[in-house]
């Protein structure tokens, strides 16, 4: 029997992972590409869950082959621009691998053992396991969104199966009705423009401030309105203090997604709710995410992309600017042969 060359042998370890990653299917692949395993393992906490649930994703691909990619900020990167109708990013995405070469774990001298050094020396790349949390913007089946693999070779994405999100919350384990505020405020909508709210209230209500317009609606409730849409409410509760609150908040909206000392907050599909305390009680500010980010991105194309794309050329311009080209292409000097 012949025995193949040393420099042709396979580690154990690398046969064993090998192994392991051909016996499973790929969850993914672009068509057009060869086949090729990418994944060992995908997992979504929940296959149905309510408004204000957390999504756990797991997924895990073999060691990368292209240096220099972030994994946690890819990832982070594709679940802010794909995922921005259907689900909100909680937190930043881990990615956990081991790298090659990793440094000799040292013996209790301090010195690493020539064991150690060995042990080093053999490490190989290991598999690349990412980690992400989402919320759901929105209700019925809601498709997780794809993944690129921009850490190895070849066009391959992430899939999952879709999650079916119930129209309700969960409390205490028990699925409630969604509170009134997740389709307006005050008897407002959100969403409703400014000239049609301004024929519901007394013009001493209203008040200019800045590109805002404020409204009194009732005694300590102030609707927001930015670019004549209703997008945001701040409601003031005097002498009321956060810990006399929290138990009535918690009834209503559940366990809240963010806290710190001095905040809490809730985050029902786009509607962000967060309680604070105020100079003489506590305030709850109400923002519409959608309408902010809708506000933002117009913004950024008015301040920023319509400086850089310059003015708007009318028809005739076009056509002048056309003819300009044209001719300096016709006039312009050739280069003489040697």
């Known amino acids: 029997m012949t025995v193949p060359p040393n420099d042709l042998q396979i580690p154990p370890m690398r046969t064993a992972l090998l192994a392991l990653v051909l ?29 204000n ?12 082959d292209i240096d220099g990619v972030d994994v946690a900020q890819s990832v982070a990167n ?4 794909s995922a921005i109708s259907t689900w909100r990013l909680v937190g930043e995405p881990t990615a956990t691998e081991v ?12 010195t690493p053992t020539e064991v150690d050094k060995d042990k080093a020396a053999r490490e190989r790349p290991r598999p690349i396991t990412v980690v992400f949390h989402v919320l759901p913007r929105t209700t019925g ?7 690129p693999i921009t850490w190895l070779q070849g066009n391959t994405v992430a899939r999952f199966a879709p ?17 009134r505020e997740a389709a307006g405020v005050g008897g407002f909508a959100w969403a409703s423009s400014l000239d049609e709210v301004r024929t519901r209230v007394d013009d001493s209500k209203v008040k200019k401030d800045g590109n805002r317009t404020l409204i009194t609606a009732q005694p300590n409730l102030t609707l927001i309105f930015t670019g004549g849409i209703f997008g945001e409410a701040l409601l003031r509760a005097p002498g009321l203090t956060k810990e006399q609150a929290r138990t009535s908040f918690l009834q209503r909206w559940g366990i809240p997604q963010q806290e710190d000392a001095t905040s809490l907050t809730w985050i029902i599909g786009w509607i962000r709710i967060t309680a604070r305390p105020d100079a003489d009680g506590i305030s709850l500010q109400l923002v519409r ?14 301040d920023v992309f319509n400086v850089l794309d310059g003015p708007v050329e009318t028809p005739t311009q076009a056509a002048e600017r056309k003819e300009r080209e044209i001719k300096a ?10």
């Open 23 to 51: 016996s499973l299917p790929a969850v993914s692949l672009i068509a057009g590409e060869a086949a090729r395993p990418t994944f060992i393992n995908a997992r979504v906490s929940a296959k149905e869950i309510c408004l």
């Open 53 to 64: 649930e957390t999504v756990r994703v797991e997924f895990t691909t073999l060691p990368r």
């Open 78 to 81: 594709t679940l802010r621009l």
């Open 99 to 110: 790298l090659r070469g990793a440094p000799a774990v040292p013996s209790p001298t301090g």
């Open 141 to 147: 089946d809601v498709s997780l969104p794809d993944i």
């Open 163 to 179: 999650v079916v999100v119930k129209p309700n919350l969960i409390i205490a384990g028990k699925v409630s009705e969604l509170p």
């Open 289 to 302: 995410e959608d309408a902010q980010a809708q506000l933002a991105s117009a913004q950024v194309n008015g």
């Open 329 to 338: 292409e016709v006039d312009r000097p050739t280069v003489p042969q040697k």
